[in-house]
């Protein structure tokens, strides 16, 4: 586990210091959030603009999960560490940069689509986190697959996204009940499958990042 | 052999297609149900490969993507066919056909990333998609039957008839034992087809 920590920490550190992947993704949030708002900016849009916007920053960023690593891959492979922990260590950084960019682009939804989400803040923290994990355990777990391949960039989201979609269908449809002023029980099922697809996919990588890493 | 057998069978009930939009269901019905056969052998292939690290179960588990996506592709196309007279409407998002089309995406992107990473590497990432894409099946369908119930559609849907009568039955049953040794058919070829290749590759590398 300090293994999983050292190893969020360096290559946190290493983002705070070129700051490559944060930037990216985070202007590619706010240009969505502006488009998506420039074509419609009515309160019932406001869940699914967000998703859309979170799931393509996501596949934007995750494609450089192991960017750095990508010519020293024999490195990481000869480690002598899990590799399980490998995964575990880049799902969490990317589930922190995807956080930043969820908070960072919310003032935003806020002002262009409704200010409900002020008021939900609380509530929307849930599906906001459970919805960032999954696509960061399935954006990490492709994105480790794909280094290697030619056109790594175009590949991602074609893989990530119809996988990932019952989570975002889950999140849309929870943020969607919260903004209309549901409470959280009132949204169990659709927390459920959130949590069922970060469960699902978070062990399927770890048994399956050992073949992710094979030369 | 299996080839001809497998004509012999789609030709014998051939005499029952006429007419009805009703009768699509014998493409429908058999097509679905060999996509999903080809989708288990997809993931037993993938799983046996990554632990058993045997070419032979890669090149079973290729041919078997290949062989789903062209049957989605006959689901999809055959129940759109189907639903434009019946249920008035060329697509709804009912719960089984956002999980077939979801399918359809997940397993085209299989066979791109055997297109773009030929190798070891690519049967390795192609694996690891091919489990993945199986144990995403339960959840698609969950989240399709919650975003059914959240915006219900005015469309018709499945009209849950009676039980099927004798006289349907049997060329159903018929129809769906024929696609499933087409499909068998198909595979074998597919996999021996593989093995030529990759004997050849072989062949080619070690002058």
């Known amino acids: 586990m300090r293994i999983v920590w050292l190893m969020v920490g360096k290559d946190l550190r290493l983002e705070w210091r070129t700051r490559e992947i944060i930037t990216t993704m985070g202007l590619l949030a706010l240009l969505l959030v502006i488009v998506l708002g420039a074509a419609r900016s009515d309160p019932e849009s406001a869940p699914a603009a967000m998703w859309v916007t979170y799931a393509f920053a996501a596949t934007l960023g995750f494609t450089r999960t192991f960017s750095l690593e990508r010519d020293h891959m024999t490195a990481l492979r000869l480690a002598p560490i899990d590799r399980g922990a490998i995964f575990a260590a880049k799902a969490l950084a990317n589930w922190f940069m995807l956080t930043v960019v969820q908070v960072i682009s919310l003032p935003i939804f806020g002002a262009l689509f409704t200010e409900k989400i002020w008021t939900r803040l609380g509530a929307l923290a849930l599906p906001m986190a459970l919805g960032g994990a999954g696509l960061a355990a399935v954006g990490t777990l492709f994105g480790g697959l794909i280094t290697q391949v030619r056109l790594r960039e175009a590949l991602l989201p074609i893989l990530m996204l119809p996988v990932a979609l019952p989570l975002l269908i889950a999140a849309v449809s929870a943020t969607t009940a919260i903004l209309d002023g549901q409470s959280l029980p009132a949204i169990g099922a659709q927390l459920q499958l959130l949590g069922a697809f970060d469960i699902l996919f978070v062990a399927a990588s770890l048994v399956l990042f050992d073949f992710v890493l094979e030369e | ?207």
């Open chain 2, 1 to 207: 052999m299996l080839v001809g057998a497998a004509w012999a069978l789609l030709a014998a009930p051939d005499e029952v297609f006429q007419g009805f939009p009703q009768r699509i269901m014998y493409v429908h019905v058999p097509s679905v149900m060999t996509a999903y056969a080809a989708l288990a052998v997809v993931f037993v292939g993938s799983v046996l490969f990554l632990w058993r690290r045997d070419a032979r179960m890669d090149r079973l588990a290729h041919s078997a993507a290949e062989l789903a996506v062209l049957f989605i592709t006959m689901t999809l196309l055959s129940g759109a066919i189907w639903g434009k007279p019946v249920w008035g409407t060329w697509w709804t998002w009912d719960a089984r056909l956002t999980t077939t089309l979801i399918l359809w995406f997940i397993y085209v992107g299989y066979l791109i990333v055997r297109a773009w990473a030929p190798g070891s590497r690519g049967a390795r990432a192609a694996a690891v998609i091919g489990i993945v894409g199986v144990l995403d099946i339960p959840l698609i369908h969950w989240s399709a039957i919650l975003l059914r119930t959240l915006h219900p559609q005015p469309t018709v849907f499945r009209p849950e008839g009676p039980a099927l009568p004798a006289s349907m039955l049997a060329p159903l049953v018929v129809n769906i034992v024929a696609f499933l040794v087409m499909f068998v058919a198909l595979l074998t070829v597919r996999v021996r087809q593989e093995r030529t290749l990759s004997a050849l590759v072989e062949v080619l590398e070690g002058r």
